[in-house]
C-alpha cells in the first residue's frame, strides 16, 4: 500500500470479545445498518469502551475502510465489531484501519485518495460512485429480508387515533425527518410522495428535520407537533423492543404494494438494496478480490447477517433521479439544449405537425381573408346605405316637426287674427272718441261689448288648438318610485342605442311612492336623460356617465337629479332655460324643458336646474310630494 497523509479517526481491530448470554439479544432485531439510527446496543457499547481511536500518520500503510456514520462515530462503531474481528482474521498480516464517517467527511477522504473501501447507505453509495469511480464489490444481508435488493425502506407513522390513512391523505399536513439527505429516514418516502402526486416542497403544511436521535420524531408526534413522521424500516420496532418509546399508540401507513414474504417489518414503501462494501480508484486488484472473498466468506451471525455478491442499485438511481438531487441534480435547472437532445425526435415530429399546421393556417387564412373581404365590403355598403336612410329619417323627422309647427303657427296667426284686427279697431276707434271729446255711453259699452266678444273668440281658437294637441286625459295613480325610474332608465337604453351608462343611487326610504301620471313623470324623466346624453355627445365614452341620484330633501318632498359631465353652460344660457322655443341644441325645439317643467309644476313639484358643483356640467332636478 502507499502512504498518503491523513487524518482519518480509525479503529483498529481488536480481540473477539467474549461470548454474551442469548438472553441479551431477545429484544433485539438484526441488521447492522439499522442500529446506525443513534440506537446502540447496550451490550456493545462494551466493546465501544474497548475501542482504540488512532490517527493515521503520513508514513502509514495498511488497508484503509472507511464507514458512514450518520449519527457519530462512537454509536457506529458498536454496529461493526463482527465486520472488524473477521476481517482481521480473514487477512493476517494486513493492518487495518477502520474509519468511521459523517457523508461529507467521507466524501472527503475518497476525494483525497485516503481510503482503499468505503461501507456506506444506498444513496451515498450513488454519490460516491458517479462522482469517484466507487465500484461495490459486495452487499450486505442483514436478515430482515429474504432478498437483498428489498431491505430498505421508509416507515410513516402516525399516530394510533390519526384520521391519516393511505399516504395520499398526507397533503397539507406536518411531517417530521431526521434530515433531508437520510435515505430510509426521508428519501424514499419522498419519492413515493411524489409518485402520489404530493410535492414535499409545495404540498406540505410543514417539513421540519429534528436531526438524531430518532427518538425526536415520535416525541413531536406525542406533543401534536406534527402530524406525521418519517423514520427508515425497522427503526419503529427496534425503538420499543428496547423501550425507548412507547409500545403502542403509534400506526404505520400501508404500501402501496405488500414487501416481500417474510419481511420483518411495517414500511410504507418499496424497498431498495441493502449497504454496499465497494472499492476505490487506485486499489490494487488482488486486494479487492482478497476482500471480497472474505466479506463473502463472513459466517452468518445468529442475526443472520452477512455479505452477498452486489445486487442491482438501478432503483436507488431511479429515486435520485425522480428527485432530482445527487448526481441528477441537473434535471432540475433547465437547458434547452440538453432538451433538444433528449427529446430531438419528439421535437422533430413536433416541427413537421407545426410546418403542416403553418401550410394549412396559411392557406385558411387566405380563403378567409378573400371571403372576409367581400362580406366587409357588402356590409360597408349596407351600413353606408343604413346610415344614410338614418341621417334622412331624421332630417324628414326635423322637417316633419318644423312643417307641423309652421302649419299650426300659420293655422293660429290665421284664426286669431281676425279677432286681433277687430280689437285693435275698436280700441282705436274708442282712443280717437276720447280725444274728440264724443263720450257717448251707449257707444263706449258697444265697443267693449265687441272687444270682449273678439277676445273670447281668440281664446276659443286657442283653446281649439289645445285640444287638437292634447293626446289623453291624466290619470294619477299611486306608483312605486323605483319601478317607475329602473323601467323609464330601460325604455331609454331600447329607444337610444349607444347612449352613455346611467348610475342610479337611490336613497330613498324603501317602499317609497308618488301619486302621479306615471306616463307623464316617465316623459319628464326620458326627456332629462336625453338631454344628458346629448350634452355628452362630443366627449370620450369612457367620460360619459349620467348620475341619477333618488333622495328625500329638508321637507320630506321626493327629489330626482339628473346629472350630467358635459360642457358649462354660461349664465345666459341658462338663465333662459325653460323658455319656450329657447334651445341651445342645432336640432332642438326648445319645448321640452318647458312642458316637462308644466308637467312637474301640474303635479305639485318644482323643476330647477344648476351647474355640477364637482366639475363641469348641468345638474337638473325636480321634486315631487311623497305618498304618507
Known sequence: MTN???????????????????????????????????????????????????????????????????????????????LERWLGQAL????????????????????????????????HYITLETRYGASRIATLESGLSPL???????????????????????????????????????????????????????????????????????????????DAAIVGSCQMEMLQAQGLIAATGYRVLPPAAPPPAGYRCRVSTPLYPDWPFATLPGTAHPLSRQVTVALLTMPRGADGAGFTVPTDYAAVHGLFRDLQIGPYAYLAEWNWQDWARRYWDWLLAGLALLA???????????????????????????????????????????????????????????????????????????????????????SLIEAGHEITAQAERAAAIVQRVRTFARKRVSERQPVAIDVLVAETVRLFAVACPGIPPVETDNLLPPGSRLHVDGLQIQQVLFNLLKNASDAMAGLPASQRIIRLELAPDEAGRMRIAVTDRGPTLESGILSRMGTPFFTSKPDGLGIGLSISQSIIEAHGGHLDWRPRSDGPGLCVLFTLPLLP
Open 356 to 442: 403542416v399546421w403553418v401550410l394549412h393556417t396559411i392557406r385558411a387564412d387566405r380563403l378567409v381573408e378573400q371571403r372576409t373581404r367581400a362580406l366587409r365590403q357588402e356590409m360597408a355598403a349596407r351600413a353606408a346605405a343604413e346610415d344614410q336612410g338614418r341621417r334622412q329619417r331624421e332630417q324628414l323627422d326635423h322637417l316633419s316637426r318644423l312643417g307641423l309647427l309652421g302649419e299650426i303657427s300659420s293655422q293660429l296667426a290665421h284664426e286669431i287674427n281676425q279677432p286681433l284686427t277687430a280689437i285693435g279697431n275698436y280700441a282705436r276707434g274708442m282712443v280717437r272718441r276720447v280725444e274728440n271729446g264724443r263720450m257717448e255711453a251707449g
Open 4 to 82: 498518503r497523509q491523513t487524518s482519518l479517526h480509525v479503529h483498529s481491530p481488536r480481540p473477539p470479545p467474549a461470548p454474551r448470554p442469548p438472553g441479551n439479544r431477545q429484544h433485539e432485531l438484526p441488521g447492522g445498518p439499522y442500529r446506525l439510527m443513534g440506537i446502540p446496543r447496550p451490550a456493545d457499547a462494551l466493546l465501544l469502551v474497548a475501542g482504540l481511536c488512532l490517527s493515521l500518520a503520513a508514513t502509514a500503510t495498511g488497508i484503509r475502510i472507511g464507514i458512514l456514520a450518520p449519527t457519530g462515530r462512537e454509536s457506529a462503531r458498536s454496529n461493526w465489531v463482527e
Open 148 to 226: 437483498a435488493g428489498e431491505v430498505i425502506g421508509s416507515a410513516v407513522v402516525v399516530p394510533t387515533g390519526s384520521p391519516l390513512r393511505t399516504l395520499d391523505d398526507l397533503r397539507q399536513h406536518r411531517i417530521v425527518a431526521v434530515a433531508p439527505d437520510a435515505f430510509g429516514g426521508y428519501l424514499i418516502a419522498a419519492r413515493e410522495l411524489l409518485k402520489h402526486g404530493i410535492s414535499p416542497e409545495r404540498d406540505l403544511a410543514a417539513r421540519q428535520f429534528t436531526g438524531f436521535p430518532v427518538q425526536k420524531l415520535f416525541a413531536a408526534l406525542d406533543a401534536g407537533a406534527a
Open 92 to 123: 493476517p498480516g494486513e493492518e487495518l484501519h477502520f474509519a468511521y464517517l459523517s457523508p461529507d467527511e467521507l466524501n472527503d477522504a475518497v476525494s483525497r485518495h485516503q481510503l482503499e473501501f468505503v461501507l456506506t447507505n444506498p444513496g
